[in-house]
Structures are given as structure tokens and as C-alpha cells.
Nanobody, 126 residues
Framework: QVQLVESGGGLVQAGGSLRLSCEAS????????MSWYRQAPGKQREWVAT???????TYARSVEGRVTISRDNAKKTASLQMNNLKPEDTAVYYC????????????????????WGQGTQVTVSS
């Protein structure tokens, strides 16, 4: 019904940059806030950044100043520009979106649900 697909991960040297993208598709009435999380090996998933549907952004302290989250409401996408990457940024990065769906007949569901993407690997070498 709803899919979130991330892309843009890869291997980069410390100090380098990557841009992650997340695209929502399906029977979507409205995409509310969109967020990025990450999970490093052996660690719990942690929040990275959030952008509201009116573009208010918040960041985890560990990435603030190095990361920029943005979105394109028309395309139902969110991006995460990551600069000055560090080895400790190595993780699988996940997109999460709060989405109001609609039925095949167009009935709008007023209670949003959270959806997650499958993740994209970011590896930063020292």
C-alpha cells in the first residue's frame, strides 16, 4: 500500500560527503513529518534528523552542523545531505515517514501511520 525506498548509500572516506534520498509511494493522501534514523552494528537504532511538512528541521547533536535534511512535498521525497563524514557515521540509514493514506476509492484515512524504508548502508573509512 505504501512504500518508502531509500537510496544513495555507499562507501566514502572520512571527510567526504553523501546524499541519501527517500521516496514515498502508494495510496498516499498526505506525508507528514519525515525522519532519518541510523543503526550501527551492535547498537540500537538512533534518530538523526526530522523535517516537518512545513520544513521545520531538527537534528541529533551528533550530526548537527554536518547534516542537512530537506524534502520535496510534490515528489514525496526527503533527502539527507551528509558532509564531513566520520567513521562513527557508519550505519544503515533508515527513512521513516508519518503518512495519511487513502483507500482505492479515495476515502482519506485521518489517522497517520509510521512507515519505514528498508535502509541503505553508509560506510565511512578512516
Amino acid at each position: 500500500q505504501v512504500q518508502l525506498v531509500e537510496s544513495g548509500g555507499g562507501l566514502v572516506q572520512a571527510g567526504g560527503s553523501l546524499r541519501l534520498s527517500c521516496e514515498a509511494s502508494g495510496r498516499i493522501f498526505r506525508v507528514n513529518e519525515m525522519s532519518w534514523y541510523r543503526q550501527a552494528p551492535g547498537k540500537q537504532r538512533e534518530w538523526v534528523a526530522t523535517i516537518s511538512n512545513d520544513a521545520i528541521t531538527t537534528y541529533a547533536r551528533s550530526v548537527e552542523g554536518r547534516v542537512t535534511i530537506s524534502r520535496d512535498n510534490a515528489k514525496k521525497t526527503a533527502s539527507l545531505q551528509m558532509n564531513n563524514l566520520k567513521p562513527e557515521d557508519t550505519a544503515v540509514y533508515y527513512c521513516k515517514a508519518s503518512i495519511n493514506t487513502q483507500s482505492i476509492t479515495g476515502v482519506r484515512h485521518l489517522t497517520p501511520k509510521n512507515y519505514w524504508g528498508q535502509g541503505t548502508q553508509v560506510t565511512v573509512s578512516s
